[in-house]
C-alpha cells in the first residue's frame, strides 16, 4: 500500500519590525482577517552544549522546554530526536533510553551537556476561525529575550503562523500578506539569532589560533598565536576543573599545557633560550600537579570494562577496589583545588599569558623571523625520523617501556603535525593514521599503569580489612596483562600502515623516502 | 504509550446497537488522549457525520472512493486539524453509506481497514474509530483493525441482549475477546433497574471497565456547544467520568498488569455463551 505523504509541522515565522511601524502591521493584520485572542503563555527555552561547542560544530542544537529536550539539526531546520524530560541534563549516557541519546553519544562523548544561553518567550496566540468558528490558522507572537552568564538582550519581534492541518488557503493568504507588509521570513534559526544578540561562538575554546596559520608566517608570531590558543583552552578549562563537573575539563587543561610544552621543546630558537625554557619548567610544573587526578580519572573510567574482563561473581567483587579509587579520587580532587588557587599557580598562569600577550615576555630567537613552513617542516622531518627509526625497531612481541618512549615520540611528532596541517591539508591523513597508532599506544601505557594502581588499590584494602576485593583483583591484573599483550601485538601493524601513510603524502615526508623502509 | 519510534494503537468505540453514546465517547477520549500529550487522529467511519459536526469539520471527503480503496495519500489528504493541538480528524461525509459494499469487493476485505490504517500508526500514538451502529462487513474490518474494542453499553434489557449478541457473534467467528472491553453509558444512577442491570451484566460478561458515564445534560449538550465536554465543561460530574474511563483505557492500552493495576477491574472468562 501506497505510504501516505509525512505531514510535516507546516509554519513560517516572519520578523516584525520594532516600533511603530511593526505594531501598526500587526493591528492591520489582526483587523484584517479578525483574528481572536487564544490565549498567553511564557515559554522558557534552555540551549545545552558541551563547552568545547561540539554540538554547534556538527550543526545541531540541543534544547530543553516545556519538558521537552530536543536535538535539532541547524542546516537544514528539522527535529533529529526528541524525549520527555525533567531536570538539567548532564551527559548524553544519563539521559533515557532512545533515539536522542543514541543521537547524542557520538556527538559529545563523555563531556557534560552545559546550558549555552536560554531564551524567554512570551507568547500571545491568536486564529483564525471559519464560518463554522473552526480554527483554520495559528498565529503566535512572539516578544523574545535571549540570556546568557548574567547577560540579557532583546531578540526581534516574531509572528509564527502555523497551518491547521486541512486548511492550506488560510495560511497561504495570510502569508502572502504578511509578504505584502514588507515583512521578512525569518532567515536565522532562533538559535542563531540568540547566539548573534549574546556574541556566543560556542566553538570559542578552539586549539588552534584565532587568526589562521600561513606558511610564510614568521615562527615567532605562528608559534606564539598557538600558544595563545593553548593558554585559552587552559583558561576556559579551569572553572570546570575547579567545579569537578566533567573529567573532561581537566583532560583538555592538560593537553593543552602539553602541547604548549611540546612546541617550546620542539620549537627550540623559535623564541629566546632563557624565558622559553622558564615557561617549559613552568607549564611542566603544571601538568605534574594534575597527572595523580587525571590517572584516577582515566582509572575510573575504565570501571565498566574491567568488570566486563572478570565473570560474576567476582566481577562484583572489584566493587570495593573501584569505590577505594573514587575515594582517592576525591582526595586528589581536593588538592588540585587547593592548588588552584595558590599563589604559585597564579603565577604560573600569568606567566603564560605574559608570554603569549606580550612580545617582552618571549622575545623572538635565532629562528623567529624564519618563516613557518619551513621551521615546522624541518622539525617535523627530524621527528619522524626518530619516530620511524623507533618504529622499525618494535620486535614480534614488544615491551610496554619500550612502546612508551615511541608514544612520547608520536605525541610530540603529532602537535607538530597538526600545526603542518593547518598549512597543507593534505597532511590530515597522516595525523589521522598517527592518531590510531597513538591510540594504541594509550592503551598500552593505561593497562600498564592501571595494572599497578589495582595492585596497590587492592593491597591498601587489603591492610583495612577488605581483603575479598584480593581475589578479583588478582584476576582482573592477569586479564589486563593479557589484554594489554594482544595491544602490543598490534603496535607493529599500525606503525606499518602509518609509514605507507607517509609515503603517499606530499613533502615534507617525502623528504623521509630514504629511512621509509619497504615494509 | 508515546514512544519513540511510534507505533500507534488503534482504539474502536464501537456497538451494533445505536443511541449508545458511542460518538460522544469517542469525541471526549480522543479530546484527552490528545490532551495528555498523545499525537491523536479520530476516524468519523459514520454517514451521519456527528463526530466531524462536533469537531465543526465540514462533511466532506475528497475522492471518497479511492480513501476507501486505496487508503495512504488519498485519506492523509482529508485529514484534518481540529481546533486541539495534537487532535486530527479523519471526517466522514454521506458516501460512507457505500462503506460496506465497496469492502465487499475487495480481495481480503476485513484486513482492508487494518491496511488503511497502519501507515497512520507511524504518525500518530492513537487512532480512534468511530464506527457506526452496524453488524455488516465493516463491523468485522473494525474488530481486526482494532488493538482495543470499546463497547459503550446503556444498562438496560434490549442493549444488555444486543451486547450479549455481540459476544457471541465475537466468539463464534474467533475474535479475539481480550481486545474487548465494556463500560456503562448513559448510566442514571436512580434507577433501580440500571443498578440491577448493571450487576447482572458484570457478572454475566468479562473485562468491564470500572468508569460509568452518567446520563446528564453536560453531555446532551455536546451537540450545542460542539466541543468536547472538558473543554466545554471541564468540571461537571460527566467530564471527572470521562478522564477516569481516559485513565482506564490507556492503562489497558499499555499493557498494565490487570492484578496490580488499580485502575482496571479484571474478570474471569467464564463460559457464559455457550
Not at chain 1, 609515503?503 to 630514504?514: A, D, H
Not at chain 2, 485529514?79 to 480528524?89: A, P, S, V
Not at chain 2, 452496524?134 to 474488530?143: D, K, P, R, V
Request: proline share 6%; aromatic share 6%; charged share 30%.
Amino acid at each position: 500500500m501506497k505510504s501516505p505523504a509525512a505531514s510535516p509541522l507546516v509554519e513560517q515565522s516572519f520578523l516584525v519590525p520594532s516600533g511603530e511601524a511593526g505594531r501598526g502591521v500587526l493591528c492591520d493584520l489582526r483587523r484584517t482577517f479578525a483574528l481572536s485572542e487564544d490565549g498567553r503563555s511564557r515559554v522558557e527555552t534552555l540551549y545545552h552544549d558541551t563547552f568545547d561547542g561540539r554540538l554547534f560544530a556538527r550543526s545541531r542544537a540541543l534544547r530543553l522546554a516545556q519538558g521537552e529536550l530536543t536535538l535539532e539539526c541547524l542546516d537544514s531546520p528539522h527535529e533529529v530526536a526528541c524525549v520527555a524530560f525533567d531536570g538539567s541534563p548532564e551527559f548524553a549516557d544519563g539521559l533515557p533510553p532512545g533515539a536522542l541519546r543514541e543521537a547524542l553519544r557520538p556527538l559529545t562523548g563523555n563531556r557534560a551537556l552545559l546550558p549555552l544561553f536560554s531564551i524567554r518567550s512570551d507568547v500571545r496566540a491568536w486564529c483564525l476561525t471559519n464560518r463554522e468558528q473552526k480554527t483554520v490558522l495559528r498565529l503566535a507572537l512572539l516578544d523574545e529575550e535571549a540570556a546568557s552568564g548574567g547577560r540579557s538582550e532583546r531578540l526581534d519581534h516574531r509572528v509564527v503562523v502555523r497551518q491547521v492541518r486541512g486548511y492550506k488557503k488560510a495560511f497561504r493568504e495570510v502569508c502572502e500578506w504578511l509578504a505584502r507588509q514588507g515583512v521578512e521570513p525569518e532567515a536565522n534559526s532562533r538559535f542563531g539569532e540568540g547566539l548573534k544578540a549574546l556574541d556566543l561562538d560556542p566553538v570559542r575554546m578552539t586549539t588552534l589560533p584565532r587568526t589562521p596559520l600561513s606558511a610564510s608566517m614568521s615562527a615567532a608570531d605562528a608559534v606564539r598565536a598557538v600558544l595563545h590558543a593553548q593558554y585559552r583552552v587552559a583558561r576556559a578549562n579551569e572553572e570546570g576543573i575547579r567545579n569537578d563537573t566533567d573529567a573532561e575539563f581537566l583532560h583538555d587543561f592538560r593537553v593543552a599545557v602539553r602541547r604548549a610544552r611540546s612546541f617550546l621543546g620542539q620549537l627550540r630558537d623559535v623564541f629566546e633560550p632563557a624565558p622559553a625554557a622558564e615557561l617549559r619548567k613552568s607549564l611542566s610544573r603544571l601538568g605534574r600537579s594534575t597527572n595523580a587526578l587525571r590517572d584516577l580519572d582515566v582509572y575510573l573510567e575504565h570501571r565498566k570494562e574491567y568488570q566486563a574482563l572478570l565473570s560474576d561473581p567476582l566481577a562484583g567483587d572489584l566493587t570495593p577496589l573501584f569505590d577505594h579509587g573514587a575515594r582517592a579520587r576525591a582526595a586528589v580532587q581536593r588538592e588540585v583545588t587547593a592548588v588552584m588557587r595558590s599563589a604559585a599557580y597564579g603565577d604560573a598562569l600569568e606567566r603564560w599569558r605574559t608570554c603569549v600577550e606580550e612580545e617582552a615576555g618571549l622575545p623572538p630567537g635565532r629562528y623567529g623571523s624564519e618563516p613557518l613552513a619551513e621551521v615546522v617542516g624541518a622539525r617535523v622531518a627530524r621527528k619522524c625520523r626518530t619516530v620511524l627509526e623507533q618504529g622499525y625497531a618494535i620486535p614480534e612481541n614488544a615491551d610496554p617501556d619500550a612502546l612508551h618512549s615511541l608514544r612520547i615520540e608520536c605525541k610530540q611528532l603529532r602537535y607538530l603535525t597538526e600545526i603542518l596541517a593547518e598549512l597543507s591539508p593534505e597532511v590530515r591523513g597522516v595525523v589521522s593514521r598517527l592518531k590510531k597508532l597513538q591510540d594504541a599506544l594509550g592503551r598500552i601505557q593505561d593497562l600498564t599503569v592501571h595494572e599497578a594502581r589495582t595492585g596497590e588499590f587492592a593491597r591498601a584494602l587489603s591492610e583495612g580489612g577488605g581483603g575479598a576485593a584480593l581475589p578479583a583483583a588478582e584476576v582482573l591484573v592477569s586479564r589486563m596483562r593479557a589484554e594489554r599483550d594482544r595491544e602490543c601485538a598490534k603496535v607493529r601493524g599500525l606503525f606499518v600502515k602509518f609509514s605507507r601513510s607517509l609515503r603517499e603524502t606530499e613533502p615534507p615526508y617525502s623528504l623521509l623516502l630514504p629511512w621509509l623502509l619497504p615494509l | 504509550m508515546a514512544g519513540e519510534s511510534r507505533r500507534g494503537r488503534v482504539l474502536a468505540l464501537y456497538h451494533l446497537k445505536g443511541g449508545v453514546g458511542k460518538t460522544t465517547a469517542a469525541v471526549n477520549l480522543a479530546y484527552l488522549s490528545a490532551a495528555s500529550g498523545l499525537k491523536t487522529l479520530i476516524c468519523d467511519l459514520d454517514p451521519q457525520s456527528s463526530t466531524t459536526y462536533f469537531f465543526r469539520v465540514k462533511p466532506a471527503l475528497k475522492h471518497a472512493r479511492r480513501v476507501l480503496l486505496k487508503g495512504g495519500a488519498s485519506v492523509a489528504d482529508n485529514i484534518k486539524g481540529t481546533d486541539y493541538e495534537g487532535l486530527d480528524l479523519l471526517p466522514a461525509d454521506w458516501s460512507l453509506r457505500h462503506l460496506p459494499s465497496l469492502l465487499g469487493r475487495v480481495k481480503r476485505s476485513k484486513r482492508r481497514l487494518r491496511e488503511i490504517l497502519d501507515p497512520f500508526r507511524g504518525e500518530y500514538d492513537l487512532i480512534v474509530l468511530d464506527s457506526p451502529a452496524t453488524a455488516t462487513l465493516l463491523a468485522e474490518c473494525i474488530f481486526v483493525a482494532a488493538d482495543m474494542l470499546l463497547v459503550p453499553v446503556v444498562p438496560s434489557t434490549l442493549a444488555a441482549r444486543a451486547y450479549a449478541n455481540l459476544r457471541l457473534f465475537l466468539r463464534r467467528k474467533g475474535y479475539d475477546e481480550a481486545k474487548v472491553w465494556g463500560f456503562f453509558s448513559m448510566v442514571e444512577a436512580r434507577k433501580k433497574m440500571h443498578q440491577a442491570t448493571m450487576q447482572a451484566m458484570r457478572e454475566q460478561f468479562p473485562q468491564w471497565l470500572p468508569a460509568t458515564i452518567p446520563y446528564t445534560v453536560d453531555v446532551e449538550s455536546m451537540g450545542l456547544a460542539r466541543a468536547p465536554l472538558p473543554v466545554r465543561s471541564p468540571r461537571a460530574v460527566a467530564t471527572r467520568r470521562f478522564r477516569e474511563l481516559w485513565e482506564q483505557v490507556a492503562g489497558r492500552m499499555d499493557g498494565r498488569d490487570p492484578e496490580t493495576d488499580p485502575w482496571v477491574r479484571s474478570f474471569p472468562v467464564r463460559e457464559v455463551l455457550e
